[in-house]
């Protein structure tokens, strides 16, 4: 009560309004094949039966968890509903564009807010502070400034700062809307990212300074388990890639951007053998324990995570092998040859192993992600035996522009390859 009290009235959601879904204003639909066979079956049933029973109106609005029972007109139009977004027109297909338009500008919104609330807090507390200090010279000083420096050295100013992101969160699960709940909760994540540069500074100086990656460490491994925790009760994929991306950053994954080019690799040797097993063993737990819930039937909610750790699994453990099994990789000499056919022996297996796995346990990201590193890694290879041949350094040239021509011809021509890679 006390965190969900220090929210801002601006971040509140009326009562009214958190009770209507986008999905309650607009014509009845499917979400799924399984729910368009049941409400055929109902529709069926309904429009077949003499006398007609109203309770198949009630019980295919509950399939569509929709509070009211449908109506005949409704029931009757869903085809025409579904013929509708097929081809991409109509009133749904508008509706729903146009708010995801709206959660693409409320997601920027929300980074703007994380990104400027404490610079803004800075730039107007320095004209705010001299004009209360020419108006009440006399208050400010002696009462003001000293109170706003004891609850800043008492933590009274952090707790609150910490109030108002749990208070966000709990105002999201009071939420009947999923948009809305995820949404203002993303938001009550992005607040707490100023807080903890808040927490940051008032703390940091009390940590070693002999780790430089340290504070690097500590905030993605904050922000991995922050927004694994929200990710969960609202089913986001988008938390859950963001959960799993900082963990990975958090164990020595490095990303950065300079100038005209960007930078994916690792900090050091040891961490990206590191990154690599880590993987590699999330990678074999997902796959375990999806076959394991399918089978079992255990309700494990593996949703938000099971794109980002196929897709982001993937990209790490073949970006480690790649290098590692690489001529050009450590020192020369009758070690690293065999290091080096052993390391290409475990690349080859890994590809075609994930690449059976992603097909058959129906992870296509993880299965299109070990295709690509198949061709990565065959090129590579085709390049290490040219080199070490001797040949012509031009045919490298012409054999490599037509693989990447063929592979841009065979794009285009399969854009649903790509689109599954980044189908989360």
Same mark, same amino acid.
């Given at each position: 009560? +006390?965190?969900?009290?220090? +929210?801002?009235?601006?971040?509140r959601l009326p009562a009214p309004a958190a009770r209507r879904s986008i999905r309650s204003v607009l014509p009845p639909v499917p979400e799924s094949l399984s729910q368009a066979f049941e409400l055929g079956a109902f529709s069926n049933a309904y429009f077949e039966g003499r006398p007609r029973d109203p309770s198949v109106l009630a019980r295919a609005a509950e399939l569509l968890s929709r509070a009211d029972p449908l109506s005949e007109e409704e029931l009757g139009g869903v085809l025409a509903q579904l013929k509708e977004i097929k081809d991409h027109v109509g009133l749904v297909t508008r509706v729903r564009g146009f708010f995801t338009f709206v959660n693409t500008m409320w997601l920027f919104a929300i980074i703007g807010i994380a990104v400027s609330i404490g610079p803004s807090i800075i730039a107007l507390a320095r004209p705010l502070g001299r004009w209360i200090e020419r108006v009440a010279r006399w208050i400010f000083r002696p009462v003001v400034q000293p109170l706003v420096r004891r609850m800043h050295d008492f933590g009274i100013l952090e707790i609150g700062a910490w109030l108002v992101c749990g208070g966000v969160l709990l105002e999201a699960h009071q939420h009947r809307v999923e948009d809305f709940a995820l949404y203002v909760a993303t938001t009550g994540l992005a607040l707490a990212c100023p807080a903890l540069a808040y927490s940051t500074f008032r703390h940091a100086a009390k940590l070693n300074g002999g780790d430089s990656q340290a504070l690097r460490r500590m905030v993605a491994a904050w922000l991995s388990i922050t927004s694994a925790l929200i990710a969960m009760p609202h089913d986001s994929v988008l938390l859950g890639h963001v959960a799993v991306g900082a963990f990975f950053v958090a164990i020595g994954l490095h990303v950065g951007a300079y100038g005209l080019c960007y930078v994916v690799g690792f900090s050091d040797d040891d961490a990206m053998e590191r990154c690599a097993v880590t993987s590699f063993l999330l990678l074999a737990s997902m796959c375990c324990l999806r076959f394991v819930n399918t089978a079992c039937g255990f309700g494990l909610h593996l949703v938000p995570f099971r794109a980002a750790v196929s897709v982001l699994g993937c990209v790490v453990l073949f970006l480690a092998m790649l290098i590692m099994s690489s001529r050009l990789y450590r020192e020369e000499g009758a070690r690293r040859r065999r290091t080096y056919l052993i390391a290409n022996a475990l690349m080859l297996t890994l590809l075609l192993g994930?690449?059976?796995?992603?097909?058959?346990?129906?992870?296509?990201?993880?299965a299109n992600t070990s295709v690509v590193f198949f061709v990565l890694w065959a090129l590579e290879k085709y390049a290490d035996f040219h080199m070490t041949a001797g040949l012509n350094g031009w045919v490298l040239v012409l054999v490599s522009s037509l693989v990447a021509w063929r592979s841009a011809l065979a794009l285009h021509s399969n854009p649903q390859f790509i689109a599954s890679l980044f189908d989360f």
């Open positions: 009560r +006390v965190a969900a009290g220090a +929210v801002p009235k601006c971040l994930f690449m059976a796995l992603g097909m058959v346990g129906g992870l296509p990201g993880m």
